[in-house]
């Protein structure tokens, strides 16, 4: 009998082992396979007219982990916004610094549909997107790289504050020749906005992003400081009539 119950034991202790064995691996994986990022931001709006935007934007991305430079682009796009969608197209060019500088260039649109509540703005957005390397043909075994994003966004309003918090979910499709296609990654973001004054805004982003096809998906934390600036067209200034000098 005691025989039997030393039989039993040693069989629990090495179940628990490499249950211990199993999770510590995973931990240590998942810490592997984790990165911090930080993507800096500042946006020139030029305001059109009361629907039409067009925005500057340069961006670097860094990860904090290396302290390395990844990337950094430039983006030019319009913004058409009434109160219930907006539209917005653009181009951006990239440079992505690995063993050497690669150029890209991507372009996107997108569809807005937006809902005022009496405290938040919700916002679902579809975006298109496609990216290409600058200089490389198909014959050079270079495809576009195609995304669908699908995103809900909620942005808070509160009476007593210049702050604007907001909460959102974004999910990726990828579509390109000779990958491994469908929903791959997702983002979940969380952050805030303060209008400074008349002239910009100041934000913050924090973005968690996970990959979903691949063995040991990658998890990604993003820190996004961000700023707007509001650039818009001077207004003509009435010239003061002249009044008559009797005395001239």
């Avoid at 916002?123 to 014959?139: A, E, I, P, S």
């Avoid at 979910?169 to 000779?178: D, I």
């Avoid at 296609?181 to 992003?209: A, D, M």
């Amino acid at each position: 009998m005691n025989h039997l119950q030393d039989v039993q034991t040693k069989f629990m202790n090495k179940k628990i082992n490499l249950f211990i064995t199993l999770f510590f691996l995973a931990v240590i994986i998942s810490a592997q396979n984790k990165e911090f990022e930080c993507w800096t931001s500042n946006t020139f709006r030029f305001k059109i007219n009361n629907d039409f935007k067009f925005d500057i934007e340069n961006q670097f991305r860094s990860n904090l982990s290396s302290l390395n430079i990844n990337q950094f682009f430039t983006q030019g796009s319009i913004k058409y916004e009434n109160k219930q969608a907006k539209i917005n197209t653009g181009f951006r060019l990239i440079q992505e610094f690995k063993s050497k500088i690669e150029n890209h260039l991507r372009y996107h649109i997108d569809y807005a549909y937006v809902t005022d509540f009496d405290m938040s703005t919700l916002t679902l957005r579809l975006r298109f997107q496609t990216k290409n390397k600058m200089g490389v043909t198909k014959n050079d075994g270079d495809y576009p790289e195609n995304d669908l994003r699908y995103r809900a966004k909620v942005k808070f309003k509160f009476p007593t504050t210049k702050l604007r918090p907001y909460l959102g979910f974004e999910v990726f499709q990828h579509f390109e020749t000779g990958a491994i296609n469908g929903f791959n990654k997702y983002r979940i973001l969380f952050g805030g906005e303060y209008k400074l004054s008349k002239k910009g805004k100041l934000g913050l982003s924090i973005i968690r992003e996970k990959q979903w096809v691949y063995w040991n998906p990658k998890t990604s934390w993003v820190f996004m400081p961000y700023y707007v600036n509001y650039i818009k067209k001077g207004k003509k200034k009435k010239k003061k009539k002249e009044l008559f000098n009797q005395f001239d």
